[in-house]
């Protein structure tokens, strides 16, 4: 299936703290996809991630086929 967005072992760490932990999420074309949590979850920071505001520590995120942010560091 092909999906219009790709999150694949996303992390995201400040200094030597890490606030998204090898995030994995697809979101198929056509249907209504929600993000819920707690406050301080890492909603925001992820969507931001995802859109390129801010950039990963490391994974792979893909939109519509083309990839948005690649990074392999550790």
């Not at 999420?25 to 801010?54: D, V």
């Not at 995120?61 to 942010?69: E, N, P, S």
């Amino acid at each position: 299936m092909d999906y219009v967005i790709q999150v694949t072992d996303l992390v995201k760490s400040f200094g030597k703290e890490t606030v998204l932990h090898h995030i994995n999420m697809n979101f198929a074309p056509g249907k209504i996809h929600g993000i819920i949590g707690r406050n301080g979850s890492g909603k925001t920071m992820l969507m931001k991630c995802i859109c390129g505001f801010i950039p990963v520590t490391s994974g792979k995120v893909t939109v519509f086929g083309c990839l948005l942010y690649t990074s392999d560091a550790a």
